[in-house]
């Protein structure tokens, strides 16, 4: 997501995964703009670390 042009971490609930899409079920409102990114561990997160 972008706020002043900068891109900023929202928490959201995943529902439904797959190869293309993936379902949002709270955490966004309809219409909103997401970055997407590949999966990479966040700064501060370890690698390999369960949830």
């Known amino acids: 997501m972008l706020d002043g042009g900068e891109p900023v971490r929202r928490p959201v609930v995943l529902g439904k995964r797959g190869p293309?899409?993936?379902q949002v079920l709270s955490g966004l409102d309809a219409g909103e703009r997401v970055l997407l990114a590949a999966?990479?561990?966040a700064a501060g997160d370890e690698a390999g670390a369960a949830p």
Do not use: Q, S
Request: no cysteine; charged share 35%; hydrophobic share 15%.
């Open 20 to 22: 293309a899409r993936t």
């Open 39 to 41: 999966e990479t561990p």
